[in-house]
T-cell receptor, first 112, second 115 residues
Framework: KQEVTQIPAALSVPEGENLVLNCSFT??????LQWFRQDPGKGLTSLLL?????REQTSGRLNASLDKSSGRSTLYIAASQPGDSATYLC???????????FGQGTELSVKP | KAGVTQTPRYLIKTRGQQVTLSCSPISGHRSVSWYQQTPGQGLQFLFE???????NKGNFPGRFSGRQFSNSRSEMNVSTLELGDSALYLC??????????????FGPGTRLLVL
């Protein structure tokens, strides 16, 4: 059974810091992995999608890596800003059952 | 292009009632998935529809059902509501689920409160 874990559950950093969010999954049989952002009470915003054959994806200040063999992904945020404060969720698209399996999220707070 | 829309955004019901939630996917997207989000369980998959057919289903009781129309719009229905059904219900659309490249785009959700 695929399980996704995100560490840490919460993170507070001062503005300007570079930071890394971690995601691990137990079954390497995935199609892709997505990182999402969720603001309080809102829906999910897709940040990055990494296909199973890829190692990383970049968008602006965000860089996501994927190591399928070890079941790990990281989301790197450069030069963090208060507007980055949100919950970050990673999800793997499992190739059996056609669904996203989510981690519990990392709640990020960036202090001015 | 308009994003995924969900109606209503907020809903208050009492135990035993039933509710219908609606989701309009991004134009051209044929796959619609539904997820339930609660503080305790996080995000859990309910079901996925493609071309009016349910292709995948999560581990939810039969009180949860859905359908998809020919224009790809989808509805989900919850009958005999229980307090534990209080949650944020999210809908996601993609061109086609089950491929390596499909990004899932989520709507703003419907917040359901069962009293």
């Amino acid at each position: 059974k695929q399980e996704v874990t995100q560490i840490p559950a919460a993170l507070s950093v001062p503005e300007g810091e570079n930071l890394v969010l971690n995601c691990s999954f137990t079954d390497s049989a995935i199609y892709n992995l997505q990182w999402f952002r969720q603001d309080p009470g809102k829906g999910l915003t897709s940040l990055l999608l990494i296909q199973s054959s890829q190692r990383e994806q970049t968008s602006g200040r965000l860089n996501a890596s994927l190591d399928k063999s070890s079941g790990r992904s990281t989301l790197y945020i450069a030069a963090s800003q208060p507007g980055d404060s949100a919950t970050y969720l990673c999800a793997v698209f499992h190739n059996q059952g056609g669904k996203l399996i989510f981690g519990q999220g990392t709640e990020l707070s960036v202090k001015p | 292009k308009a994003g995924v829309t969900q109606t209503p955004r907020y809903l208050i019901k009492t135990r035993g009632q039933q509710v219908t939630l609606s989701c309009s996917p991004i134009s051209g997207h044929r796959s619609v998935s539904w997820y339930q989000q609660t503080p305790g369980q996080g995000l859990q998959f309910l079901f996925e529809y493609f071309s009016e057919t349910q292709r995948n289903k999560g581990n939810f009781p039969g009180r949860f059902s859905g359908r998809q129309f020919s224009n790809s719009r989808s509805e989900m229905n919850v009958s005999t509501l229980e307090l534990g059904d209080s949650a944020l219900y999210l809908c996601a659309s993609s061109l086609r689920v089950g491929t390596r490249e499909e990004t899932q785009y989520f709507g703003p959700g419907t917040r359901l409160l069962v009293l």
